[in-house]
């Protein structure tokens, strides 16, 4: 990812875009944060927001015509928030603290004619920015002077106290008759820009034409004069359309005098449209509070009337999404934190873990007014991360592994159909549905071929997702490669495929089959199926990787009309399918964040819940909600399946081995898999252990090896105390230790506990030699 | 990188499984992604046999593998 894609995918997401309410204001004042501190009562921070960007606020506060309200997004759920009214509590109950912040005097000077918002918004925002500023005006007292140039009364003590502080930025004021000789003598005597507000002095001391001003600049044909207070259409001027062009005007005479571009980059001043989106979803309709006299406002009321606020913001999918919430911030954020991460030569990955727990299931991007695409930059970032051999070897170690399994003599086998030279069909059920439910993927296998024309071949393989959704590229060509070569041998059936995620992994091969759904055949002949409908209402979940696949989602709901006539659905469910928490291995690289996911799936399920994804069904039942896959409906085998436990690891390995064994004897008629190196090693491991085991991600299988090799090829000790031994031996990179017993007289291993490193034990020597 | 902790069972009599020695307090290096360390655990040095404790291994072990890892 170089700078340009950074800064494209950071304007993509609008979390950080101002609130309608801000950007509609022409002086950008932080409604919004206004609004979030006085609905804690806090009238000093309130007053410190509006000081940031207000100039003049007590005098400015009091009168401002608020026409952000007219944007206000609370207006399509109740009514506007009353801005104008709290900008108003908040002036008179909270006093400016301390003296404005402005940058050193630099010797840089301007001239202000005429006392007036236009031409004290001009004073105020070069005087913070460091200028000596001279205000002419007329009559003696400058309070008087512009008390008579607002478009609202305003108490003296507001406006004095706002003069009190311009003089403390160093603002002078010095009367002088405002006439067209004054500006003459300026021009003349002085090099400095000066600035003539209209609401104080008439628009005949100019020297030039008022239609000559650049409307966007506010500047004179001869570049000297710069001018405010007047409504350029000609209508009566508003307080704060006085403001916005004092504030256009100071940025027009700071450029004049610093020699920079007076028009560049200007787009952002005054009235603008914002590209933030808010969601009113979830949001209940409340009328405004401050409804009476404004005299009458309390500060109760007021806060009450603040708590309308919606706090606008876009979040759409980080309040949708488990990994993006658990982070702490929103995509623009991910996105250089993920750009830092590729960039840094030397120290910490910090983003390691943000890359690899997303579930890269594209909710947020369908979610996403721009689509961001979270998903393509996690795996796109995960891809460079194994390139460049920057991988936590951890992380994605045990899903890779399981796809060897896959691959193996183990499980992977690819034939035609066992009784027809032709092959119209292949059934590819996929990995995680074998590891699951063995015995109904080799029902609708049966069923199938009894009733579809053309012969049905099998393809027991995985399909490479757990290499694609890792980074490694390479693997997942290797994976899809061998598994087409062998399809090839069998003509170019057409493919029957159960899982929607191998759906969409078929649709990366390097030549995609033409596929459908297992659940789009079954349902073109329902007539044939007896499926069992439970007993009570169930809630049909699909998974994220259906969100994107329209049709799976139809023939799904087709295929279940009868079966399960009363159907509730999950909040995110149909387009905007979540994750269980499998998808992009997070359940691998985050094993909490997993959880968690599966937790909120299930949480999200009024009823017992029926899905079509062995990976979604896995998650829901470690989350311990009632649920089933879709293929127990149709091919139910013994007990409630609604009930039936999450398949642990060791057992998702044996279903697979069983499964393949079980075809090759009864649908081939030839013989089964041999039983596995070690299988003879009989272990008994109660639940605990059972539970740290599959936490720990250590099969039985490993177990067994180091057993089978404690005290030659691995170490071996022995606790006297408690009589019990203890083994380790290093398979592939990862150090395994097991602590058992042995039954004398049954000869079968008692599992105590096992666990694991990655770290390689070197020299080992006696304690002083080290 | 020397790491000074000692780290051993929290209880038992440890013996060697095969030479049925008493374990003694030694030294054993690791490695991981190019990093070594020193660690004080129960060895047998006839015969060439260091005790990684489970407290170890999911613990420190894991952390500093972690920490290398995103290194």
Redesign the interface.
């Given at each position: 990812m170089d700078q340009s894609e950074l800064r494209h995918l950071e304007h993509l997401c609008i979390q950080e875009e101002w609130a309608y309410c801000r950007a509609a204001c022409p002086l950008h004042v932080d409604a919004r944060g206004l609004c979030q501190a006085m609905k804690q009562g806090d009238l000093t921070t309130a007053r410190s927001i509006l000081d940031k960007t207000m100039p003049l606020a007590s005098i400015l506060g009091r009168i401002c015509e608020a026409p952000c309200e007219n944007q206000c997004k609370r207006i399509e759920a109740g009514g506007a928030i009353s801005i104008g009214r709290l900008e108003h509590f908040c002036v008179q109950h909270a006093e400016r603290r301390g003296k404005p912040l402005k940058v050193p005097d630099r010797g840089r000077k301007a001239i202000v004619v005429g006392m007036s918002l236009s031409g004290m918004t001009v004073a105020y925002d070069l005087a913070r920015k460091g200028y000596r500023i001279r205000v002419y005006h007329q009559g003696h007292d400058p309070a008087a002077a512009l008390q008579r140039t607002l478009p609202s009364p305003v108490p003296v003590e507001a406006v004095s106290s706002e003069l009190d502080s311009l003089k403390r930025l160093g603002v002078s004021f010095s009367p002088a008759q405002l006439s067209s000789g004054l500006i003459q003598d300026l021009l003349e005597q002085e090099k400095d820009m000066i600035f003539i507000g209209l609401e104080a002095a008439d628009e005949a001391i100019l020297p030039f034409d008022l239609n000559q001003v650049d409307p966007q600049a506010l500047t004179g044909p001869d570049g000297r004069l710069v001018v405010g207070g007047f409504a350029q259409d000609r209508c009566s001027m508003s307080a704060i359309q006085s403001a916005s062009q004092g504030r256009s005007a100071a940025v027009s005479i700071d450029r004049c005098t610093q020699h920079v571009s007076l028009h560049a980059d200007r787009q952002r001043e005054g009235s603008v449209p914002t590209r933030l989106v808010t969601s009113l979803e979830g949001v209940e309709s409340e009328p405004p509070v401050l409804t009476g006299d404004r005299r009458q406002d309390t500060r109760e009321a007021v806060q009450r009337e603040a708590e309308r606020c919606l706090a606008c913001e876009c979040m759409i999918c980080v309040r949708n999404c488990p990994y993006l919430d658990a982070f702490g911030s929103y995509p623009k954020s991910y996105a250089r934190q993920i750009y830092n991460n590729e960039s840094i030569v030397q120290g910490s990955h910090q983003a390691n873990n943000l890359i690899n727990s997303c579930m890269l299931c594209g909710l947020c991007t369908t979610l996403c007014p721009n689509d961001f695409p979270m998903a393509d930059l996690c795996l796109g970032s995960r891809q460079r991360m194994v390139e460049k051999g920057k991988m936590p070897p951890s992380a994605h170690d045990f899903a890779l592994k399981d796809l060897e399994f896959s691959r193996s003599k183990d499980f992977f086998l690819v034939r035609g159909d066992p009784e027809q030279a032709e092959c119209a069909w292949l059934f590819f059920p996929g990995c995680q549905l074998c590891a699951r439910h063995p015995e109904q993927v080799n029902e609708a296998y049966t069923w199938l071929r009894q009733n579809l024309e053309g012969g049905v071949g099998l393809a027991l393989a995985c399909c490479g997702a757990p290499a694609r959704w890792s980074g490694h590229r390479k693997i997942f060509q290797e994976a899809a490669g061998q598994l087409q070569a062998a399809v090839q041998e069998l003509g170019s059936p057409e493919w029957i495929v159960a899982c929607p995620s191998c759906q969409e992994m078929l649709g990366h091969f390097e030549q995609p089959p033409k596929q459908r759904s297992l659940w789009d055949v079954l349902g073109r002949h329902k007539d044939r199926l007896s499926p069992t409908s439970p007993a009570k209402p169930t809630c049909l979940v699909d998974p994220c990787t259906a969100g994107h696949m329209p049709e799976l989602r139809q023939s799904v709901r087709s295929l279940v009309q009868e079966a399960l006539p009363e159907q509730s659905e999950p909040r995110l469910n149909d387009a905007t399918a979540a994750c269980c928490g499998y998808g992009g291995l997070l359940t691998n690289a985050n094993p909490e964040l997993g959880a968690r996911a599966g937790r909120e799936r299930a949480e999200g399920c009024r009823d017992d819940a029926v899905t079509y994804c062995a990976m979604c069904r896995h998650q829901l039942a470690r989350a311990g909600k009632r649920s089933i896959h879709l293929l127990d409906l149709f091919f139910p085998g013994s007990g409630d399946p609604f009930a039936a436990p999450a398949t642990g690891l060791s057992d998702s390995r044996s279903n697979r081995r069983w499964l393949k064994s079980r075809i090759l004897e009864t649908d081939w008629n030839e013989p089964g898999l041999p039983p596995p190196a070690g299988s003879d090693i009989e272990l008994q491991i109660d639940d605990a252990v059972r539970n740290t085991l599959e936490h720990r991600r250590i099969l039985d299988s490993d177990i067994q090896q180091v057993i089978a090799a404690a005290g030659s090829e691995g170490q071996l000790f022995f606790d006297a105390q408690s009589d019990r031994f203890l083994a380790s031996l290093r398979l592939g990179e990862v150090t395994f230790w097991v602590r058992y017993t042995q039954e004398r007289d049954t000869g079968r291993y008692i599992i105590h506990t096992a666990y694991s490193h990655r770290m390689r034990l070197g020299k080992i020597r006696a304690k002083d030699s080290a | 990188m020397k790491v000074d902790t000692h780290f051993e069972?929290a209880?038992?009599?440890?013996?060697?499984?095969?030479c049925?020695e008493p374990?003694?307090?030694?030294?054993?290096?690791?490695?991981?992604?190019g990093s070594?360390f020193?660690v004080?655990v129960l060895?047998c040095?006839q015969c060439?046999?260091?005790?990684?404790p489970?407290d170890m291994?999911?613990g420190k072990?894991?952390e500093?593998?972690?920490?290398l890892?995103?290194?």
């Open positions: - | 069972p209880s038992g009599q440890w013996q060697c499984g095969r049925r374990l003694q307090a030694g030294t054993a290096e690791l490695e991981y992604l070594s020193t004080g060895v040095l060439d046999q260091a005790l990684i489970e291994a999911t072990m894991l500093v593998e972690q920490l890892e995103d290194k």
